[in-house]
């Protein structure tokens, strides 16, 4: 059956077009806006992701890693007494003004690190090393910012709230939810631009390495009972925290699941109807089908072979149009997530609404009377 | 001529559309026998119940009452999901308007049938050209229906017809597209059919060309046979 579905289906090249138009749009609109929506969150967690620590313990109430709170930075010493704690490093997430070289300023996120650590630190470098911040005003910048801060290079000096600060390194792939641009710096030099707002001995994240991480539920109980005044998290919970507070609480995350659903029904309702369509023009052949011996399940293979053909051959096209026109949608300043996991998942989405959409073709066929053949 | 055991048997036959005071009797109470090589026609005017009659023989249609015998098989009893292999094995369908694939060209249209009884790959084309040349279309196996005259559709539904060499034809109509003298060399074809094949050959017309080489003519009206 699947020689009579391929036959048919090239030979009306007219309605395969529509149909692929359907599922190319159909595609495209859901892998970008899941993409997008993915890339987002990645960004958002990129920093909680890429350091290599069990606990994260922040002010009460933060509701996600870029809005966060003072606290006194003396409490580091409770995280070290806890016996399964490897390391705790301290870590200032802060906002600052830059000057820009050709006029104005642009708000950007300031990440202070322990560069005798590196906790904290950038994860890929394109020039120098995040040790490279130590024992001064010194700073690493990302070069998704260069747009918008101009040329990023090394050993120029920028102005960060009227401070100079000379440009150590570059990394590559640090971006912020806000889309503000993020610097890297040594944890005390950043401790000045939030001390402008706050007391000295403050800081807004401690993070801690446990020898065991099956006991990270353990240990953040046993945090939790000395520090009442902060929230105690997992890695794994803060990420979760972060992401649902863009997500369901800013209604980002609404309107990128409205979109992407938007995509899929769109297509959906295209290639629906396209199918029905075909099953109705072609119902006297499914009748001669029927008459000739074909079973229902037949039939069945023809509109679902048909069906996904054109699914794979759709998505493949719409897939192929989101990869070339990726470099030009990151250059612009959004992040896209595209790991094979998520073609796979779109895929088999993709192939489910195309089947669902074939559901009347499908019912017509089950219900056709072979007798409408010998009807003239 | 034919062999005298019928491979077919209606038997008080009837077919009931709606129920209550708005059911229409489309046929009601026939008994007809065919036996192999012979040329049965059914004739009679529009909307006597010769299509409804043909359907319920080719086990196209379930009857409302009466038994099918094919073979000596009651069909009557047979469920839905059994019917299409009794209709694969035992039937061929020339149809009135052909209904031949338009996407497929003559020798393929041929081929769908050898394929859904599940011929061996290797034997499918050269099995489809042969019953192609049969029909008097070795010439032109590779055309589209859409490239076709009426009278070479109908030969290739002819020659789809016999693909799978059923023992029975059923045919509605074949003449009614197409002119006198195609429409006599086509009814030609078919009593060639069962007589050289010994094939039991069904046709219902309203064609006098056909009641003059057929080996039987019953005339239905208002669902019941005329005697």
Not at chain 1, 39 to 55: L, P, Y
Not at chain 1, 222 to 240: H, W, Y
Not at chain 2, 115 to 141: H, M, N
Request: glycine share 8%; net charge positive.
């Amino acid at each position: 059956m699947l020689w009579l579905a391929l036959k048919t289906l090239f030979h009306e090249r007219g309605r395969l077009i529509i149909t692929l138009t359907g599922i190319i749009f159909s595609t495209v609109l859901t892998l970008a806006q899941v993409s997008m929506y993915l890339g987002k969150m990645g960004n958002a967690t990129g920093v909680i992701r890429h350091i290599d620590a069990d606990i994260w313990i922040m002010s009460k109430n933060v509701q996600n890693f870029d809005f966060a709170n003072p606290f006194p930075e003396e409490r580091i010493s409770k995280v070290r007494a806890i016996p399964d704690v490897v390391w705790a490093d301290r870590l200032i997430l802060t906002w600052g003004f830059l000057k820009l070289a050709a006029g104005g300023q642009e708000q950007v996120q300031i990440i202070g690190f322990n560069p005798d650590t590196g906790v904290g630190a950038p994860w890929t470098m394109i020039s120098g090393q995040p040790s490279d911040v130590k024992g001064g005003r010194y700073m690493i910048m990302d070069r998704t910012s260069e747009k918008r801060l101009g040329q990023l290079l090394p050993g120029s000096v920028w102005e960060l709230n009227q401070v100079q600060f000379k440009l150590a390194g570059i990394s590559e792939g640090t971006r912020s939810f806000t889309t503000a641009p993020v610097i890297f710096m040594g944890y005390n030099q950043a401790h000045r631009f939030m001390t402008a707002i706050v007391r000295e001995d403050q800081t807004t994240y401690i993070v801690a390495k446990l020898r065991d991480p099956a006991k990270t539920g353990e240990t953040i109980r046993a945090l939790q009972a000395v520090m009442k005044d902060n929230d105690i998290l997992s890695k794994r919970d803060f990420i979760k925290k972060t992401v649902l507070y863009w997500t369901v609480q800013t209604g980002i995350g609404m309107g990128f699941f409205l979109t992407a659903l938007l995509g899929l029904i769109v297509g959906g309702a295209i290639v629906g109807q396209t199918v029905y369509a075909n099953t109705m023009e072609h119902l006297r052949e499914f009748g001669t089908l029927k008459a000739l011996g074909a079973r229902n399940s037949d039939l069945y293979k023809v509109i679902f072979s048909q069906v996904g053909i054109s699914a794979v051959a759709g998505f493949s096209v719409g897939s192929l149009f989101v990869l070339l026109l990726r470099s030009g949608i990151e250059k612009a300043g959004v992040a896209l997530y595209l790991h094979p996991l998520l073609f796979v998942a779109l895929f088999f989405i993709v192939l489910s609404t195309c089947f669902l959409s074939a559901y009347f073709s499908v019912r017509k066929i089950r219900t056709l009377d072979p007798v409408t053949v010998f009807r003239a | 001529m034919s062999d005298m055991a019928p491979i077919l048997k209606a038997i008080e036959v009837g077919k009931v559309y709606g129920e209550g005071d708005n059911s229409i009797v489309a046929v009601d109470s026939i008994t007809l026998g065919l036996s192999k090589g012979e040329i049965l026609v059914i004739m009679g005017p529009s909307g006597s119940g010769k299509t409804t009659l043909l359907s319920i023989m080719g086990c196209i249609l379930h009857p409302t009452r009466g038994e099918v015998i094919i073979d000596n098989r009651r069909i009557s009893g047979l469920s839905e999901d059994e019917l299409p292999d009794i209709r694969k094995k035992y039937f061929g369908f020339v149809f009135q308007a052909f209904n031949l694939f338009p996407s497929l060209t003559a020798i393929e249209n041929v081929e769908l049938v050898l394929r859904l009884k599940k011929t061996p790959k290797a034997l499918i084309r050269p099995k489809a050209a042969e019953l192609l040349e049969k029909v008097g279309l070795g010439r032109r196996t590779v055309f589209y229906p859409s490239d076709l005259s009426g009278g070479e559709k109908q030969r290739v539904a002819f020659a789809r017809a016999l693909a799978g060499d059923p023992p029975i034809l059923l045919a509605d109509e074949p003449t009614a597209n197409l002119d006198s003298k195609t429409g006599m060399e086509v009814l030609r074809l078919l009593r060639e059919m069962a007589e050289k094949d010994n094939k039991a050959v069904v046709i219902v017309s309203h064609d006098p060309k056909a009641e003059a080489l057929a080996h039987r003519v019953v005339f239905i009206e208002d669902g019941r046979l005329r005697s």
